[in-house]
């Protein structure tokens, strides 16, 4: 799996200071999308070494590790997050232009979810808008005990 870059963003996930890293090599192709860069296998290799070089870089302004995509390389999703979560006390979330979380029908989605304490999910719809448009079909999910509670909400205007 490669990365093109990553940034400390502020708004990708409510109330943390997070480690956004862009995955490359994107399936989806979503219309509209804001990083059609992010389509090509371009980019360096992400491994457990980046991981933790990134992660003990910005240790004291960080609170999450987040995957910007994945959607091609699922299994080295889930061994990159099962690593952050046994090497740092750090929240970890995952966003993916996914319908529904890769494991949801079978008997590993419970322990496969316990990767993540955020979970997006949705194509970008140009028509339905994104996480900030109350017609969005994409979906925040905080995940408490193996279920999925959606926050969506939370990026609405108020």
């Not at 940034?7 to 399936?27: G, K, Y």
């Not at 509209?32 to 910005?58: F, M, N, Q, R």
């Not at 699922?74 to 750090?90: D, F, I, Q, S, Y």
């Not at 193996?146 to 990026?155: A, E, P």
Request: proline content about 5%; overall charge positive; charged content about 25%.
């Amino acid at each position: 799996m490669k990365f093109y870059n990553y940034d400390i963003v502020f708004q990708e996930i409510p109330d943390e200071v997070t480690l956004a890293i862009n995955i490359t090599h994107c399936p989806n192709h979503c219309v509209g999308c804001h990083s059609p860069h992010l389509w090509d296998d371009i980019g360096h290799d992400l491994t457990e070494e980046v991981i933790d070089t990134l992660t003990a870089k910005y240790k004291n302004l960080i609170t999450c590790v987040c995957l910007m995509g994945g959607d091609r390389q699922w299994p080295e999703v889930k061994r990159l997050m099962k690593h952050v979560r046994r090497h740092t006390n750090l929240h970890t979330a995952w966003y993916s232009g996914r319908e529904q979380f890769p494991d949801a029908a079978t008997n590993t989605a419970s322990s496969t979810l316990s990767l993540f304490d955020y979970v997006k999910l949705g194509p970008y719809r140009p028509d339905l808008g994104g996480l900030k448009s109350k017609t969005t079909n994409q979906r925040m999910y905080r995940v408490d005990k193996g279920k999925m509670v959606d926050i969506t909400q939370r990026f609405w205007p108020r």
